[in-house]
């Protein structure tokens, strides 16, 4: 009969890194989305999981199996899994947000969408530029920069480890408000233009009230708003390279 030695210090280095991996990769905004089959996560988290357990575990303790020690380091791992993958969706919504910000001025307010995995409703410009924030953070190789911070975690911040205290409360606090600021820088120029041309419009609806504005108004919004899009991307391009830099940045120091 085949027999299986199994040692329990080495289970619980492997379940400690199942556990950090699951809650991080579970919630990043790539695979967070309901599209993803969870037996696909599950099996990622496992193979990610297993393939490092080798690298790492002589940096790891093993978890403490006592019911309120190993609650506490749960709770821990669950409260840093959530900020990290919070910080880096916050930079993807400040994307949407501009969006959002524009594809209202534009007139899309009227076409909303509604995401059939989360219920929410978004215009179509706002999903659009959530799927090019992710393709800029795909393009300068942020997956192997996010997975490269994430196996140096186990050293900086050991699993069980993980406090929180005012300076960490401060840097996030920090990069919530670049959410709004770069939203606003995104999405300025497109909104300047779109709100003089309906600044003229409304002229035009006083001097010539015969005429249908708000009929008129539609396309000539939208082929302002798109055309000005356009000549703004190479921007949005280098402003998103910028955040993700940041946010790098900012999870490589996390615990500093």
């Known amino acids: 009969m085949l027999s299986f030695d199994v040692n329990i210090s080495d289970l619980s280095i492997l379940l400690s890194i199942l556990l950090r991996i699951s809650i991080i990769l579970f919630m990043l905004p790539i695979f967070n989305s309901g599209g993803v089959p969870t037996a696909v996560k599950a099996l990622i988290v496992i193979s990610f999981s297993v393939m490092l357990f080798p690298v790492i575990k002589q940096n790891i303790k093993p978890v403490p199996l006592e019911p309120a020690s190993l609650v506490s380091v749960i709770i821990g791992e669950l409260i840093y899994g959530t900020l990290f993958a919070l910080s880096m969706l916050l930079i993807i919504s400040a994307f949407q947000l501009a969006g959002e910000l524009i594809g209202f001025e534009m007139g899309f307010g009227f076409s909303q969408t509604a995401d059939p995995l989360t219920g929410a409703r978004f215009t179509v410009l706002s999903v659009w530029c959530q799927l090019l924030a992710t393709m800029i953070f795909l393009s300068i190789n942020g997956h192997r920069i996010i997975l490269r911070t994430l196996i140096e975690s186990f050293k900086t911040i050991p699993i069980g480890s993980f406090a929180l205290d005012s300076g960490l409360f401060a840097k996030m606090l920090l990069l919530s408000g670049m959410l709004f600021i770069l939203a606003v820088k995104l999405a300025a120029p497109i909104l300047a233009v779109l709100i003089l041309t309906q600044v003229g419009l409304g002229l035009m609806a006083k001097f010539a009230p015969q005429m249908n504005i708000l009929a008129t108004s539609f396309p000539l919004t939208i082929t302002l708003g798109v055309f000005f899009l356009?000549?703004?991307?190479?921007?949005?391009?280098?402003?998103?390279?910028?955040?993700?830099?940041?946010?790098?940045?900012?999870?490589?120091?996390?615990s500093k």
């Not at 190479?234 to 120091?253: D, K």
């Open 230 to 254: 356009g000549l703004t991307l190479i921007f949005w391009g280098e402003m998103g390279v910028q955040s993700f830099t940041g946010l790098f940045h900012f999870l490589e120091n996390f």
